[in-house]
């Protein structure tokens, strides 16, 4: 375990395109985010951290549903650790009765491209003048209440708490 914080995407940055596989095996596109805040959380099935908060943010993402789109992504090697494998994800989007997406960054070029560092990673964005900008990057604890900010007219999250987590587990080549 880790305490983390990717200091190199600055508030403000654009939201990273993607399209990855959803443990319904169907692609998810992120150009059909539908509100104007969306939270994106690099998790994983194995990690305390997320098995810790899990819960507390499938309820959140049930409550908010109506007004924030929740993401999850899984970018560790099921190779390092079997608990993380596409099957065993879909067992765990069951035990925790997910709401939102829980994707595969199989290749890991996603969660490079966030510069994501650990599980939970947790990425929030506000739609401005139409386009999707970075308004908080931190730790779940901080999250409803940095949501609440952004849904009073905040641009950006002006307190926010690093990602405490275990490390993302990268393919080795």
């Not at 109506?66 to 999850?72: A, E, H, L, P, R």
């Not at 829980?102 to 966030?114: G, M, P, R, T, V």
């Not at 609440?148 to 275990?166: M, R, Y």
Request: proline share 3%.
């Amino acid at each position: 375990m880790v305490l983390l914080k990717s200091e190199n995407l600055e508030l403000g940055t654009p939201l990273i395109k993607f399209n990855l596989k959803n443990i319904d095996e169907k692609i998810f596109y992120s150009d059909s985010l539908g509100e104007d805040i969306v939270v994106i959380a690099f998790i994983c099935n194995h990690c305390p951290y997320v098995i810790e908060m899990i819960e507390d943010f499938s309820k959140l993402a049930l409550k908010l549903q109506d007004s924030v789109n929740f993401i999850t992504i899984s970018a560790n090697d099921p190779d390092y650790r079997s608990e993380d494998s596409f099957e065993n994800m879909k067992e765990f989007h069951k035990k925790y009765n997910f709401s939102f997406p829980y994707l595969f960054d199989e290749s890991q070029e996603i969660a490079k491209k966030y510069q994501a560092v650990c599980t939970p990673d947790i990425y929030t964005y506000k739609k401005i003048e139409g386009e999707y900008k970075l308004a908080y990057h931190g730790a779940f604890t901080n999250l409803e209440s940095a949501i609440t900010e952004l849904q009073n007219d905040a641009n950006t999250v002006t307190e926010d708490k690093p990602s405490i987590g275990c490390s993302i587990k990268w393919k080795q080549n």
